[in-house]
């Protein structure tokens, strides 16, 4: 039972928790202990948090996963994994993640309530209106950069940063919503997620060509006007991954007809995971030597 709660609290998908760790890198916190641990402590209850969610969603969704070529497979729409175990195990997560986050700080403890809130609406209501639904998950990842800012003493962390990350969001779920939307028959678009009929391929492209536009822009902006940046505007040098990395990922959406599990993308694909090593690298190597 263990096995199927633990893969129903989907620990791949705890990459995208990443985000928290914005803060501690972008402001040269890195090799600060004390950030450090309290940065990993907020990675640690997103983790659980997030894991809280996704079982709750799947408790709404299980009559449409069942329908799913792959989502019927998840541990509750297959029956291996009972209801009232699902339950408990979703309100145990929950408890614990509140109780920790009050305890590191209240104003993650707030940031985390703002999150479960804003997914639980997702879960019942806003998941089913077109952009929105994208809009809203964009905006989670907003509130993980924002929680790993609220658990450390910032001091140049660049605006700038939100607005990419959230152009980021964006671009990921609307690849997300394109690869479903391939995956999935016609017949069964609607009867598996409503949302997807407010939707056409030619607007999802044309919606992942604006954002992806404006995530570089956005992106490039920072590299030399942020204010923690090196004068010679040596951060430049970042852009050419960030650019492939948009490239790649549109390419494996569009060819490749992936993507409906982004996460999986990031730890599958080589290429892509060479473009995130390198851009990583690079910015480590400028924050914390130059």
Not at 120 to 141: C, E, N, Q, R, T
Not at 158 to 173: D, E, F, H, R, T
Not at 247 to 259: D, S, T
Request: proline fraction near 4%.
């Amino acid at each position: 039972m263990f096995k199927y709660i633990l893969k129903e609290m989907r620990p791949r998908q705890w990459t995208k928790n990443v985000f928290v760790f914005a803060a501690l890198v972008f402001d040269r916190q890195l090799t600060k202990i004390a950030s450090l641990e309290r940065t990993l402590a907020a990675f640690v209850i997103f983790c659980l948090l997030s894991s809280s969610v996704y079982i709750m969603n799947d408790l709404l969704d299980v009559e449409a996963d069942r329908h799913h070529p792959i989502k019927k497979n998840r541990p509750i729409a297959a029956g291996n994994l009972p209801i009232s175990v699902a339950i408990i195990a979703a309100i145990v997560l929950i408890v614990i993640s509140f109780t920790a986050a009050f305890l590191l700080s209240t104003e993650l403890g707030i940031i985390v309530g703002m999150y479960f809130l804003v997914n639980l609406a997702y879960s019942i209501w806003l998941k089913h209106i077109p952009l929105i639904d994208v809009m809203i998950i964009a905006f989670g990842f907003v509130l993980r950069v924002v929680a790993g800012v609220s658990v450390i003493q910032v001091e140049r962390f660049s605006p700038w940063l939100y607005i990419v990350m959230s152009l980021l969001a964006l671009y990921i779920g609307f690849g997300k919503r394109r690869a479903e939307m391939t995956v999935l028959t016609n017949e069964s678009n609607s009867s598996h997620r409503k949302v997807l009929d407010g939707y056409t391929l030619a607007l999802i492209d044309q919606l992942l060509t604006i954002v992806s536009s404006c995530t570089l822009i956005a992106y490039s902006f920072y590299t030399f006007s942020a204010p923690n940046l090196p004068e010679n505007h040596v951060m430049m040098l970042t852009i050419p991954f960030v650019l492939y990395g948009i490239f790649r990922y549109l390419f494996l959406i569009q060819v490749k007809n992936k993507g409906g599990e982004p996460e999986e993308l990031l730890l599958k694909d080589r290429p892509l995971q060479a473009t995130v090593l390198l851009w990583a690298i690079t910015v480590l190597v400028i924050f914390y030597k130059f």
